[in-house]
């Protein structure tokens, strides 16, 4: 597992280059240019995804590099460790090729408090092998750039499940689109961060450059007013039928040019058969347009979202937008169909579990609801010692029908709590191929007896 890591986190400092100016709100940007070497890196399971661009960006950036089988593995989940190590990396951090793994980890770990990425605190008590959050993603992220963090008010629906020391950093990361919610207006902050997610993120970051807002240089107020991100973005798959909301992100802070009422009238979303979604409102927010659906739409449909010229312009030079076509903003809906859901029906230790006899727990046993089989069985599994903050070595692991069975190479330790993490992305059911979303350590922990 941790070569693997190894493999898809490491970043070629050959491509790195120079640090970019200072800028970021006065504080110093530490992340690094990408360097202009491109790197051609073959990846068999990322075409359509979602995250492509990114992942191959940053693959050709030399940030990121796939398994030896040619995968990237984009949906399966990132432990803290490889969110840290890629974050530091971006910043400027750079391992010694001499140092085994677990030195570089220690290494990048120091680096991360001394960067101020990490608090002392926190690195001791990280649990590095569980799966990084999306809010602990937005804090370091918005620390290792030196990003002044936004006091505005975050208007997600779950904003009392982040951290209170957290929302000023998500809510810097939602104001930039570094990172987005989801919908129903929700931020899911305990949600696990994926592969291609943080490729993504990470790809956000150095594809803006820094960020000055107290620049005062006008060479470029007669700038050309043009779309700079698309959430959904143009050409995605399996956008959930349920999105509420639509956004496109300007180069320049932007306004009606007469009244917003024009500008819903002058936006149309078509699907397919020619039919027209219905608008609930449009808002402009410095320079994010943002377009709330009043219906939900169709599965497995593709969406074309067109803007009028004329009707937007930049809230400085008056400069106008010329419009966007169908064709430049299209995305296509998940099909929703009824395939049961891949979930686990015993786990064996049970969870919470507080006598388990440590001489007879070598083997960890998960039941399935159907017969699963895998990609690959490889990283899939981690077992996690939580009083001694270090991971068990496993010997095996197996699939048996319904089971996923788990052998560890030694006797557990006693009076000690333990997790096992199962990450998304490898396992699935046999026969309709639905995946399992994986499970946290927090939902599989069970403690030894004396």
């Not at 391992?95 to 990425?117: F, H, Q, R």
């Not at 569980?130 to 993603?137: D, M, S």
């Not at 937007?312 to 809906?333: C, M, N, P, R, Y």
């Amino acid at each position: 597992m941790v070569l693997a890591a190894l493999i898809v986190f490491g970043v070629a400092t050959a491509a790195s280059a120079a640090p970019w100016k200072d800028g970021a709100h006065g504080k110093k940007w530490k992340f690094k240019e990408p360097g202009t070497v491109k790197i051609n890196v073959q990846l068999v399971d990322i075409n359509s995804h979602w995250a492509e661009k990114s992942i191959r960006s940053m693959a050709s950036w030399g940030m990121i590099s796939g398994y030896p089988d040619f995968t990237f593995r984009p949906n399966t989940t990132v432990s803290k460790y490889e969110a840290l190590m890629m974050i530091a990396r971006a910043s400027g951090y750079e391992a010694d090729k001499n140092l085994s793994w677990n030195d570089s980890l220690e290494d990048m770990t120091d680096y991360a408090v001394d960067e101020g990425i990490l608090t002392k605190d926190e690195s001791e008590d990280l649990a590095g092998w569980q799966p990084a959050k999306r809010y602990e993603v937005a804090v370091w992220a918005v620390r290792a750039m030196g990003l002044e963090e936004d006091d505005d008010k975050l208007f997600f629906n779950d904003i009392n499940e982040i951290p209170a020391y957290a929302r000023s950093c998500v809510s810097s990361m939602y104001r930039y689109q570094y990172m987005v919610g989801y919908p129903g207006k929700v931020f899911a902050p305990n949600k696990p961060v994926t592969r291609a997610e943080l490729a993504a993120i990470i790809y956000r970051i150095l594809d803006e450059g820094p960020i000055d807002d107290d620049d005062s240089d006008d060479s470029d107020s007669n700038e050309e007013v043009e779309i700079s991100s698309l959430d959904p973005a143009d050409g995605s798959d399996n956008v959930e039928i349920d999105i509420n909301r639509l956004t496109a992100k300007f180069n320049v802070e932007i306004e009606a040019v007469d009244a917003l009422n024009d500008v819903k009238e002058g936006i149309e979303i078509e699907n397919e058969d020619g039919e027209v979604v219905d608008i609930d409102q449009v808002s402009i927010d410095g320079r994010y347009l943002e377009i709330e659906l009043a219906e939900e739409l169709e599965e497995d449909t593709t969406y074309k979202v067109t803007i009028e010229d004329d009707i937007i312009k930049a809230e400085d030079s008056d400069e106008v937008f010329e419009g966007l076509s169908g064709s430049q903003w299209e995305f296509t809906t998940g099909d929703e169909d009824d395939v049961e859901q891949v979930k686990i029906e015993n786990l064996d230790p049970e969870n919470g579990e507080e006598d388990v006899d440590r001489e007879d727990t070598n083997v960890l046993r998960a039941t399935f609801n159907c017969d699963i089989e895998a990609h690959s069985l490889v990283d899939a599994v981690v077992v996690y010692n939580k009083d001694n903050d270090k991971e068990v070595a496993i010997d095996m692991v197996e699939i048996d029908g319904d089971e996923l069975v788990i052998t560890l190479e030694e006797e557990l330790d006693s009076n000690d709590t333990y997790e096992v993490t199962i990450k998304d992305g490898y396992l699935e059911s046999e026969e309709s191929g639905e995946e399992f979303e994986g499970l946290d350590g927090e939902d599989w922990s069970f403690t030894t007896r004396e």
